[in-house]
């Protein structure tokens, strides 16, 4: 425990208030992700909107929306999610992570104008394509541009923060929804939806303050402004020992590589890779698997189902607001106990939560406690869920491919989770109107064998154990590669003035002329991730 904690102080020091903002900006797009599943969650469920896209129900007097149509509203939308994942990929090979976001902002508030605006059904869809055709490219830009512009030891911290985000996003959709609930016209679910909107113009804002990824500059020959790059995001100790350069040398070798490799889409089940392709396919599946998007796209319509109508908006604001707090933690656990661990005993214990849920669920007339019981329930599932699955899965699936088939890797995951997602968000009605709080062990079953699958099947990908051995390959690869790297240095830039004002680099150049890896010093203060292409 006390190494872990120490490993995350000396990773934590690398966060220079630089990259931090750039993180952070880029991060803010998931926000919208988040806010669009827990608003669209709430809105559903007002009477306003009820009454404009709905139908009377003469015997409980009420409006509601038939099971077929709140499937499509729920799930035709992951299709432009899924149409999302397909054309990012292109988009930032071409233009970038900057110029991909932008348009990715301008798709998003496009949407909630579409969806306002609307006075039936299918204009409302379209306006929710809209969105989530944003939400699928920004699944995609947010987790690459920060797992290339950050060091492997904050990687996890970074890409992290995607869930934090997806928290905050949906808390506050729960406070908003909670708030215009209680309108009784349509301006309750107009301004929910129309805020959608606002944290795409704060990102365009914001945006073109922050630089391009340096894999990117490097990927399209721009070595001088990845250099600029690296120095901007870098503690000031690191680019006097001119270890910016050495990622810098690293990353063309590695540029290069990549291009030379750069192979078709087939390449991805290929003997090399097809266990790579598995694994960021098969945790992705699962976190739809566990019932994510049910919790975020059916929390109040559930609560609803099991009996607590008046408290269902309170509820959703309550599950939202924890479950921010545990976003927060997962960004520090995930480097601190590796993904591999808290996929593995964030699998059973949502299983044992929504397998009680569903057996609460199931008595007829339940009392306080029992009602008590569920609620309790949901809230602690959905906790773990973003301690553990939630952001885990898109961090493990941004990095389990090899720098040559790193988007086709995160694109093929991503899509296949928007497909499965689909599947979910569309029967997901019809389920809840057949077994009711009985869903619950179907995603309970699932989560139970995400664990039983990261045991048996899922590495560690946390950074300090990429590589355990010094006879691995991957390590033979990482050090040929600084061989490599010096050798680069030594015919493109002054390295004698710059060996000469660090004593500690010049051990490290001679340490690797000498065919053996830098050593622990390098290791612990920089952490430098100088091979990604594994």
């Not at 070595?223 to 020992?241: I, T």
């Amino acid at each position: 425990m006390a190494r872990g904690v120490f490993a995350g102080k000396a990773a934590f020091a690398q966060a220079t208030p630089r990259l931090m903002i750039f993180c952070t900006i880029y991060a803010l797009g998931s926000i919208f992700f988040g806010y669009d599943g827990a608003s669209f969650g709430g809105v559903q469920a007002m009477d306003p909107f009820l009454r404009t896209f709905g139908k009377w129900n003469k015997e409980k007097e009420t409006y509601y929306l038939p099971s077929d149509l709140q499937s499509l509203m729920n799930s035709l939308p992951l299709i432009g999610k899924f149409l999302g994942t397909v054309i990012v990929g292109p988009i930032i090979e071409r233009f970038g992570h900057r110029y991909t976001m932008a348009f990715t902002c301008c798709i998003q508030v496009i949407g909630p104008i579409i969806q306002v605006t609307s006075k039936n059904p299918a204009q409302f869809i379209v306006g929710r394509f809209m969105v989530y055709t944003a939400v699928g490219l920004v699944e995609n830009v947010v987790p690459t541009y920060q797992s290339e512009i950050a060091p492997g030891a904050l990687r996890g911290f970074f890409v992290g923060s995607i869930q934090l985000c997806l928290t905050t996003g949906s808390l506050i959709a729960g406070i908003v929804n909670e708030s215009m609930s209680r309108k009784t016209d349509n301006s309750g679910w107009q301004i929910a939806t129309a805020l959608q909107a606002l944290p795409a113009v704060m990102i365009i804002c914001l945006l073109f303050f922050t630089p391009n990824s340096p894999r990117w500059l490097i990927f399209n020959d721009r070595y001088e402004e990845a250099l600029k790059v690296l120095r901007s995001v870098r503690r000031k100790q690191d680019v006097d020992n001119g270890l910016p350069e050495l990622e810098l040398a690293s990353m063309r070798e590695e540029g290069q590589a990549g291009r030379r490799e750069k192979g078709p889409w087939k390449d991805l089940i290929n003997r090399e890779n097809r266990r790579r392709t598995g694994i960021a396919c098969a945790i992705m599946t699962f976190q739809q698997l566990t019932g994510v998007t049910f919790s975020s796209s059916y929390g109040p319509t559930f609560y609803r189902s099991v009996g607590l109508s008046d408290m269902a908006f309170i509820y959703a604001v309550v599950n939202n607001a924890t479950s921010v707090v545990t976003a927060m933690m997962a960004m520090v656990f995930l480097d601190m106990f590796g993904r591999r661990t808290l996929v593995i005993h964030g699998g059973w214990s949502q299983g044992a939560f929504l397998i009680a849920i569903a057996a609460l669920g199931r008595i007829k007339n339940p009392n306080v406690h029992e009602s008590n019981g569920i609620v309790a329930g949901m809230q602690l599932y959905t906790c773990i869920l973003h301690m553990t699955l939630g952001p885990g899965a898109y961090i493990t699936a941004a990095e389990v491919g090899t720098q040559a088939l790193r988007e086709k890797t995160m694109a093929v995951s991503t899509a296949l989770n928007v497909i499965v997602g689909f599947v979910v968000v569309f029967c997901t009605p019809y389920l809840l109107r057949e077994i009711g709080s009985g869903l619950a062990y179907i995603w309970g079953g699932f989560a139970v064998l995400s664990s039983i699958w990261a045991w048996f099947c899922m590495p560690e990908l946390k950074a300090s154990h990429f590589c355990l051995h010094s006879r691995c390959p991957l390590t033979m690869i990482r050090a040929e590669i600084w061989k490599r790297s010096i050798n680069y240095l030594r015919q493109t830039s002054p390295l004698g003035s710059l060996t000469s004002t660090s004593g500690g680099l010049t051990h490290e150049l001679a340490v690797l002329e000498n065919g053996k890896m830098p050593g622990k010093k390098l290791d612990e203060e920089a952490d430098i991730d100088r091979v990604e292409n594994v």
